[in-house]
C-alpha cells in the first residue's frame, strides 16, 4: 500500500475526531465570549469586594495550566461531591470556559479602558444611561480594538482542543494517535496536521474579513 493510498484509507477516520473537536470549539465559544464581557465588567466595578473576587479567579485560571483543570473537573468534583458525575463533553466544555473567560476577561477589560473618558461624561451629558453608553458607544468601540487579540485566542482554543484526548473523547488527536499505535505510521500526524492547518486557515481568513468590515465602518 502506497503513501497516498493508506492516508485516504485513514482520513475518514481522522475526519470523524473533527466533529468532536469542533463541537467543543463552538459551544466554548459561544459561551466564553459573552461570559468574558460580563466578568470584564465586573471586573470594572466600583464594588470593591466584586473586583477582588474577580482578579482573584482570573489570577487562578490564568495562573494554572488548563491540563490540571481539565482533570480537577473531572476527576476532583465527583470525589468532593457524592454523587456528582460529568460526561466527558460536559466536564470539557465546563474545563474550557472556565479558562478562556478569564483570558478574554483581560482582553476586552484593556479594550474598554482604552476608551477616553471623555465619551462616559459626553453620554452621561446625553443622558444616557450606563447600559446605553456601554451598548451604544463603548462596546462597538472596544469589539474594533480587540478584535486581533480575540483573533488570537480563537486560534489557540482550536489547537487547545486537543487536550480532550486525556478525557477519552475521540477528537482528531486521539483518533490519530491510536491509528499510529495500530499501525506504526507517524503519517496520520501529517494527516491530523493538515486538517487543524485548514480549520486554522479559515480561522484566520475570516478574522481578517471581520477586521476589514471593521476598519471600512470605522472609516
Do not use: H
Not at 469586594?49 to 487562578?60: H, S
Not at 480563537?154 to 490519530?176: E, F, G, H, P, Q
Amino acid at each position: 500500500m502506497d503513501v497516498l493510498e493508506y492516508m485516504l484509507q485513514i482520513v475518514p477516520a481522522i475526519a470523524g475526531g473533527f466533529q468532536v473537536t469542533l463541537s467543543l470549539f463552538f459551544i466554548v465559544i459561544i459561551l466564553s465570549v459573552p461570559g468574558g464581557l460580563l466578568l470584564a465588567l465586573l471586573r470594572l466595578s466600583t464594588n470593591r469586594l466584586v473586583t477582588t473576587i474577580v482578579d482573584a479567579y482570573v489570577y487562578v485560571m490564568r495562573g494554572t495550566p488548563l491540563m490540571l483543570q481539565i482533570l480537577l473537573i473531572y476527576y476532583g468534583l465527583p470525589f468532593m461531591i457524592d454523587g456528582f458525575e460529568l460526561t466527558d463533553m460536559t466536564a470539557a466544555v465546563l474545563s474550557f470556559v472556565l479558562n478562556y473567560i478569564a483570558y478574554l476577561c483581560e482582553i476586552f477589560r484593556s479594550g474598554i479602558q482604552s476608551i477616553p473618558k471623555g465619551q462616559y461624561e459626553g453620554a452621561k451629558v446625553l443622558g444616557f444611561t450606563y447600559v446605553q453608553t456601554m451598548y451604544k458607544i463603548i462596546l462597538p468601540q472596544v469589539i474594533k480594538r480587540v478584535l486581533p487579540p480575540l483573533a488570537n485566542e480563537t486560534i489557540t482554543l482550536l489547537k487547545d482542543t486537543s487536550l480532550v484526548y486525556v478525557l477519552a473523547m475521540n477528537d482528531i488527536l486521539r483518533i490519530t494517535r491510536s491509528i499510529v499505535q495500530r499501525d506504526f505510521d507517524i503519517t496520520a500526524f501529517i494527516v491530523a496536521g493538515v486538517f487543524y492547518l485548514a480549520m486554522t486557515f479559515v480561522l484566520t481568513k475570516l478574522c481578517q474579513y471581520l477586521e476589514r468590515r471593521m476598519a471600512i465602518y470605522e472609516d
